[in-house]
Nanobody, 123 residues
Framework: VQVVESGGGLVQAGGSLRLSCAAS????????MGWFRQTPGKEREFVAG????????YSTDSVKGRFTISRDNAKNAVYLQMDRLKPEDAAVYYC?????????????????WGQGTQVTVSS
């Protein structure tokens, strides 16, 4: 199984980025997908998740109304549209896959992880 993120970069506060995650080697629609982020010295934090069918979505309070998770099962891909970015959103963002039908906020419950993509937000 491979999980590969892309789309990170440097953006000014208030700007937007779209992260992409491509997964291979698994039956993608059977996996709940999640986005997490991590900054140095802190634990990995749940950002958003989407069920295998795409019918169930959940995001953490700090990003609600600004970030949108979506998936395209035909492309084995999941996306995180990030709008109105703030300096505190800067982190390494990780995509993860979970072989259960319910979204989980716990990183321990995800089976496969990407290598991460850096998001930097300048003030």
């Amino acid at each position: 199984v491979q999980v590969v993120e892309s789309g990170g970069g440097l953006v000014q506060a208030g700007g937007s980025l779209r992260l992409s995650c491509a997964a291979s080697g698994l039956t993608f629609s059977n996996y709940t997908m999640g986005w997490f982020r991590q900054t140095p010295g802190k634990e990995r934090e749940f950002v958003a998740g989407v069920s295998g069918s795409g019918s169930s979505l959940y995001s953490t309070d700090s990003v609600k109304g600004r970030f949108t998770i979506s998936r395209d099962n035909a492309k084995n891909a999941v996306y995180l549209q990030m709008d109105r970015l703030k300096p505190e959103d800067a982190a390494v963002y990780y995509c993860a896959a979970r072989a259960f039908p319910f979204i989980s906020r716990s990183s321990d419950t995800y089976d496969y992880w990407g290598q991460g993509t850096q998001v930097t937000v300048s003030s």
